[in-house]
């Protein structure tokens, strides 16, 4: 695969300048972080040292020091005017950020010409570390899932199996055989980012609870559950502080996200029942005893894997684009998602089948006459087009 994504010359274009920032790429596994950069580095004329975390196991700080003097010592010996370091899964190593830092301000004081990059996959621990240690030296690239654009113009990717497949790039070969593509998308991407991403990295007392919260968010995606009805639907939960915890670490990983009530107070907003929306509709497809063409044919619950693939289509851009991502409820009206930026207020209303209601959409209006209002389905903006366009062109 040599597809360029738009990170791809995000980051051609700050290699370019002097040596200022260290560059961060991160986002959930198995979206391409790896292959962009090795694309980048096999078409660049870079003198370059890459190295993985994840190839050589968990080592401590030393490693990192050990592999900049390599780098230097590569430098040195090519007679090339600098070099760039790469260091692939970071927050495999304990301490990373300290070692970076040492590391990064030691060349900065003997003006050694070396450039970083460095990519990792949590979210969480990635920008904990990144704004104790190294505030003022980095920059950070998101790359999320792979949207219907991307997917189409690599794969050719149609938009209905878009809907049920998703933006797994490293699945594709697999979309004929439904059931080894279930069982590669459980097995090496859900289990493995769980496993990987969330319990070796972050303290979880309870770790089947965790995977029973995320097994029913995807059941019940672009759904609302208030916690203590999440309660009721599981065994041994706990409190609904440890549920909005596990939520928390699933969303850094760009698994599922807990989306909030829109409120002009945070305080409401913050204290409101989530709304479950996953990050890639191939968590629900995979988990389904139905096949493609038998969803395919039942327009309700077509409806509602279109309603999921929207979602995670908004969900993926409030990352890239950072506008802010909710939904609003006022007794029975209800808008499905709300998109804030620069005070700038839209409201979204999903109908993917043949009925029309948007008394949601004109509560919403009403109660606040300067937002923006659209309706994706019949009658309305068409959900091929939808997922298509970058939502903030609605802005």
Request: proline share 3%; glycine share 6%; charged share 25%.
């Amino acid at each position: 695969m040599n597809y360029k994504r738009h990170q791809n010359h995000i980051l051609n274009k700050r290699l370019k300048e002097p040596r200022r920032f260290i560059q961060v790429i991160y986002g959930p596994r198995q979206v391409g972080k790896t292959t962009m950069v090795t694309q980048f580095l096999d078409e660049s004329e870079l003198n370059y040292h890459f190295v993985s975390a994840d190839a050589v196991g968990q080592f401590s700080s030393n490693w990192i020091e050990q592999q900049w003097d390599l780098a230097r010592l590569q430098l040195k010996q090519s007679g090339k005017k600098s070099l760039l370091l790469v260091i692939d899964e970071i927050q495999k190593i304990n301490n990373w950020s300290e070692a970076v830092k040492k590391q990064w301000d030691s060349d900065t004081k003997t003006k050694t010409p070396i450039k970083v990059i460095i990519l990792g996959s949590s979210r969480l621990l990635l920008q904990h570390d990144l704004t104790e240690s190294l505030a003022g030296r980095f920059e950070t690239i998101y790359m999320g899932h792979w949207t219907f654009s991307e997917m189409s113009a690599a794969f050719g990717l149609d938009e209905n199996r878009y809907v049920w497949f998703g933006g797994y790039p490293g699945s594709i070969a697999l979309m004929e055989d439904e059931t080894r593509w279930k069982e590669y998308v459980r097995d090496s991407l859900i289990e493995t980012c769980i496993s990987k991403d969330i319990l070796m990295l972050t303290r979880v007392d309870k770790p089947v609870l965790l995977k029973r919260v995320f097994e029913l968010g995807c059941i019940y995606s672009g759904q609302i559950l208030s916690y203590t009805k999440i309660v009721g639907q599981l065994q041994d939960a706990g409190n609904t502080t440890t549920l909005a915890h596990y939520l928390k670490l699933m969303d850094t990983a760009g698994l599922l996200a807990g989306i909030e009530k829109f409120s002009p107070n945070i305080l409401r907003k913050r204290s409101s029942s989530p709304k479950f929306q996953v990050y890639n509709t191939a968590f629900i497809s995979a988990q389904r005893q139905e096949t493609y063409n038998e969803i395919n044919e039942s327009p309700s619950k077509w409806g509602r894997a279109v309603e999921s693939a929207v979602g995670a289509h908004l969900l993926n851009h409030s990352q890239t684009e950072s506008f802010n991502l909710s939904y609003w409820r006022n007794g029975i009206n209800e808008v499905d998602f709300v998109l804030e930026m620069d005070r700038q207020i839209i409201g979204l209303e999903i109908k993917s089948g043949t009925e029309k209601n948007i008394s949601g959409l004109q509560a919403f209006k009403k109660q606040y006459p300067e937002c923006k209002t659209y309706h994706i389905g019949k009658n309305g903006l068409s959900w091929q087009d939808f997922l298509s366009m970058n939502p903030i062109d609605l802005f």
